[in-house]
């Protein structure tokens, strides 16, 4: 027999009973379908993720503060009890703007404070940070009025850019722009206002208030010393060597002269980094939810093997009268495994499509949201699940297509 027959033959048996064969590929269904959710919703968060680093803008290196490495008890104890790191400066950021490959950067420093105008009374979050960043983070768009200069910074002046709701909590409807508020007791006047943001990272930047960070530094928190800084090169293929020259600046300013990296106060982070690390963590929880998916696979595929006993059982005549007028076992065999094979199929079918529906869902409900969740169904994921379902029908439909095979045709003409 020709395939074609085998598959023709497979049909009109599977029609004769439609609602077995959709019993059996349901879990299938399920499976499958799970599978092409878990991966596109994988690529979506994945894809969400990135766009949330993206608002603080592109091709950067970020430098922080950490405690160095010990196994002494007094520095363990300091890790401990969350000591602060002081020896970044705003010395070092200027530092590292006079490397090659580096375009620009910024200093930054967080903080809180109570903040009061028109009567309101606003604990506000704070962010110091030295002009560039205006330039860098290009999701900061203003809506009314202006970003505070380099002259600003330099002189210490008491001017504010209010998130637009700190604007709205603090002075309502009415325009920002001129007006005063007091941030600790200090008198600052409101330059500007942002545009509505949202939130980037766990950060609602709509309720950060900005001022020049030696202002921040030198008025309000009695600080010398910066968060973080960030610097945006200007060559990616030059990202290993730039990372270099910062750590040899660094090591030299913070006079550490340890080069393996165990005494360094300081860390270093790139975009690259981050996303690999990102694609290990997606990697390992798909990885995790396709394996549980595949054990509902293994159900489906029990269910698929008892629904071919059953058919089995029913066909026993006509097994053995397909066997006495000249059916071989291998006719037999490639019969009822293309029969378990189709109906697999078509639940893998059924599945990349539902699956790729709710994946749909989802990413349209998280942009109407107002969360950007790209859609994304990769071709490995078809191919993924169109590959689980023909080992689903092969695996599972093997040994009930031998037992037919094996039927002695008289025996199973006599059990009619």
Avoid at 141 to 169: C, H, M, P, W
Wanted: hydrophobic share 45%.
């Amino acid at each position: 027999m020709l395939l074609n027959q085998y598959y023709h033959l497979a049909i009109h048996n599977l029609l004769r009973h439609k609602m077995r064969a959709a019993l059996a590929s349901a879990g299938v269904v399920i499976s499958i379908a799970s599978v092409i959710i878990v991966i596109s919703s994988a690529q979506g968060v994945k894809g969400f993720i990135v766009d949330q680093f993206n608002t603080f803008g592109s091709s950067l290196i970020q430098v922080e503060p950490k405690l160095p490495e010990s196994t002494t008890v007094e520095s363990q104890q300091a890790q401990a009890f969350g000591n602060v790191v002081t020896t970044l400066t705003l010395e070092d950021m200027k530092a590292m703007r006079r490397l090659p490959n580096i375009k620009d950067n910024y200093a930054g420093q967080i903080g809180q404070a109570l903040a009061q105008a028109m009567g309101t009374r606003k604990t506000i979050n704070i962010f110091g940070a030295s002009p560039e960043v205006a330039k860098i983070d290009t999701a900061a768009k203003i809506a009314s009025g202006r970003f505070y200069t380099e002259t600003e910074d330099n002189s210490q002046t008491r001017v504010a850019v209010l998130g637009s709701e700190v604007a709205q909590d603090l002075f309502g409807t009415d325009d920002a722009v001129g007006r005063r508020l007091s941030i600790k007791g200090l008198d600052f006047q409101v330059i500007g206002v942002f545009a509505p943001r949202g939130a980037a990272m766990f950060f609602n930047f709509d309720t950060f208030v900005y001022v020049p960070i030696k202002t921040l530094q030198k008025q309000i928190l009695g600080i010398n010393y910066v968060s973080f800084i960030t610097n945006q090169y200007a060559d990616e293929s030059k990202v290993p060597t730039t990372v270099a020259n910062i750590e040899d600046l660094l090591r030299t300013r913070h006079k550490i002269s340890d080069n393996t990296g165990v005494k360094d106060d300081f860390t270093i982070h790139t975009q690259a980094e981050v996303m690999d690390t990102l694609d290990v963590i997606i990697g390992g929880f798909t990885l995790l939810l396709i394996a549980l998916a595949a054990i509902s696979l293994i159900v489906g595929g029990v269910g698929i093997m008892n629904i071919m006993y059953v058919s089995i059982l029913e066909r026993t005549f006509e097994i053995g009268l397909r066997k006495a007028v000249g059916a071989t076992r291998e006719n037999i065999l490639r019969q009822f495994l293309m029969e378990a094979v189709i109906i697999c199929s078509l639940g893998g079918v059924v599945g990349i499509v539902s699956g790729g529906l709710v994946s749909f869902t989802i990413s349209k409900t998280a942009g109407a949201l107002g969360y950007a969740w790209p859609f994304t169904l990769p071709l490995y994921s078809i191919l993924l699940g169109s590959g689980f379902a023909v080992a689903c029908g092969l695996v599972f439909g093997l040994y009930p297509a031998r037992q037919a095979a094996n039927l002695d045709p008289i025996e199973a003409l006599r059990r009619e």
